[in-house]
């Protein structure tokens, strides 16, 4: 009676056993689904500072300095970001000697999409020596258009000066462009002022 006794306790001590590990395992399976999905959002490259140039047919087209980018490449919308700032020198065939200039504390590029924004501080000169300030701009690269809801200041190659209250839309070659709600004391011939709806 005895001997039973401890055959049933040993039974039960050792299906106790395989319960707990099969706990624990199913457990240790959930937890390593819910680690790879988070897994995914973190950068799978880092470059410390980037020195980047962008060809195209042999013509340098871009050049980009940032203190440290960041590539998302491993989640549904990849992007690359310069959380620490970015400063890009852009050419133009017409005039490959003069570059235009962006500088920006943030900038995020969507490359599927073509899509670009830039935030704080950003400073625009074109390779005319037009000069926009603004806290941030969009650039969707399809479109070929720019564009801000911010208020923009330009300073113009001949000091003149303009402030769009309500932002700008422009092509992103910046041959034309559209301000809203401006005031200042220039005029020129690509420039088209729209009030905005009240």
């Known amino acids: 009676m005895n001997f039973s006794k401890k055959i049933s306790y040993k039974?039960?001590?050792c299906l106790f056993?395989?319960?707990i590990f099969f706990i624990l395992t199913s457990c240790e399976?959930?937890?390593?689904?819910?680690k790879g999905s988070k897994s995914k959002n973190f950068p799978s490259e880092v470059i410390h500072n980037a020195n980047i140039i962008q060809r195209d047919s042999g013509f340098i087209s871009l050049k980009a300095k940032a203190k440290i980018i960041e590539k998302y490449t491993l989640i549904d919308s990849p992007y690359i970001v310069a959380r620490k700032g970015i400063n890009i020198e852009f050419y133009d065939k017409k005039k490959p000697k003069v570059p235009g200039k962006i500088s920006a504390k943030y900038a995020r590029i969507f490359e599927y999409k073509k899509f670009y924004e830039a935030?704080?501080?950003?400073?625009?000169t074109t390779n005319e020596g037009q000069r926009f300030a603004m806290q941030s701009i969009y650039w969707d690269q399809k479109k070929k258009r720019i564009y801000t809801k911010d208020t923009v200041y330009v300073t113009m190659e001949d000091g003149s000066t303009l402030v769009g209250a309500n932002g700008m839309t422009a092509k992103d070659d910046f041959s034309e462009y559209t301000f809203f709600n401006s005031s200042g004391d220039f005029s020129t011939k690509r420039l088209?002022?729209?009030k905005t709806p009240q």
């Open 119 to 124: 935030k704080g501080d950003v400073r625009i």
């Open 17 to 19: 056993s395989c319960a």
């Open 29 to 34: 399976e959930d937890l390593t689904k819910n």
């Open 11 to 13: 039974n039960i001590a």
């Open 192 to 194: 088209e002022e729209k």
